[in-house]
């Protein structure tokens, strides 16, 4: 059996309509998260049907490259 590996990138944005201004400030992480637990599900279901496995990497964008040697370095220990 022969297998083929594919790499999809998907990114969402979600936009929240307000008939009021908030009450508060919202972070914007928060507001990002909003909805990607539907959108994996559906992602699975979709990619489960023609027998690919799912998964969801979370990538990080550091503002310095002492962050980013830490990352490597924690990445390269597992």
């Known amino acids: 059996m022969q297998y083929e590996r594919r790499t ?12 009021s201004q908030p009450q508060g ?4 992480k928060a507001c ?3 909805g990607q637990s539907s ?8 990619f489960s049907q023609v027998g690919t496995k799912l998964i969801k990497l979370h990538i ?5 490259f002492q962050g980013i040697l ?3 370095n924690n990445l ?3």
Do not use: C, P, W
């Not at 990138?9 to 309509?17: E, V, Y």
């Not at 400030?25 to 914007?28: C, I, S, T, Y």
């Not at 990080?60 to 310095?64: E, G």
């Open 25 to 28: 400030e919202l972070d914007g």
């Open 70 to 72: 830490a990352s490597k």
């Open 32 to 34: 990002a998260a909003i």
């Open 8 to 19: 999809v990138l998907s990114t969402t944005k979600t936009f929240l309509i307000f008939k």
């Open 60 to 64: 990080h964008y550091h503002h310095n």
């Open 39 to 46: 959108l994996m599900a559906l992602y699975n279901t979709m």
């Open 76 to 78: 390269q220990t597992r």
